[in-house]
């Protein structure tokens, strides 16, 4: 059974520009979730999603977006790229539509130069 | 709100020790407590779930212990190896309504040394 599966692996970007990351997750789980990881923050909630539903989003600036598609694929956009938003981004999986055991991907790493 | 905190940040051992991480949670009302691993720059490997009906979790040479009324887990690693050097993060679901949306607790990194 394949994992959950984040891509790309790694970005470097610019400053301004905008950023798609995608997120597969594990087959059969309609539940996903995004979140930031930096040195300073630690891991911080971005959103999350249920059956192409966005249920519940964190403290973060409007340029951070996401979606779900009908396969239960998610991606996230980051627009207007500052340096700050240089960190690992990473994806949860989960089977059913809430408390049930997260599953996580290998993550993206974003770089903005 | 609920606030996750894990004590010690870092801890070095020898390999062969007996260990245990400690994570403690403000509010008890919770539906599960899992803890994972990550090793640098990769993603997060769930390791254990434990049900807030449980006491105790086993996994190979992991045993994950619950107590809510104290607000407290302890993850257990037996006969420590220096391939379990990675950072050990415990996590709760946000209490209220229905959500896989996770509470993070600050990590504890660990170094086995040969």
């Known amino acids: 059974k394949a994992g959950v599966t984040q891509t790309p692996r790694y970005l470097i970007k610019t400053r301004g520009q905008q950023v798609t990351l995608s997120c597969s997750p594990i087959s059969g789980h309609r539940s996903v979730s995004w979140y930031q990881q930096t040195p300073g923050q630690g891991l911080q909630f971005l959103f999350e999603?249920?059956?192409?539903?966005?249920?519940n989003k964190g403290n973060f600036p409007g340029r951070f977006s996401g979606r779900q598609f009908s396969n239960s694929r998610s991606e996230m956009n980051v627009s207007t790229l500052e340096l700050g938003d240089s960190a690992l981004y990473l994806c949860a999986s989960s089977s059913s539509e809430g408390y049930t055991e997260a599953f996580f991907g290998q993550g993206t790493r974003l770089t903005v130069v | 709100k609920q606030e996750v905190t894990q004590i010690p940040a870092a801890l070095s051992v020898p390999e062969g020790e007996n260990l245990v991480l400690n994570c403690s949670f403000t509010?008890?009302?919770?539906?599960?407590l899992q803890w994972f691993r990550q090793d640098p720059g990769k993603g997060l490997t769930s390791l254990l779930l434990?049900?807030?009906?449980?006491r105790e979790q086993t996994s190979g040479r992991l045993n994950a212990s619950l107590d809510k009324s104290s607000g407290r887990s302890t993850l257990y690693i037996a006969a420590s190896q220096p391939g379990d050097s990675a950072t050990y993060l415990c996590?709760?679901?946000?209490?209220?309504?229905?959500?896989?949306?996770?509470?993070f607790g600050t990590g504890t990194l660990l170094a086995v040394q040969p």
């Open positions: 999603y249920f059956s192409e539903t966005q249920r």
């Open positions: 509010d008890s009302a919770i539906y599960n």
């Open positions: 996590a709760v679901p946000f209490y209220g309504g229905a959500t896989n949306k996770l509470i």
């Open positions: 434990i049900q807030s009906s449980q």
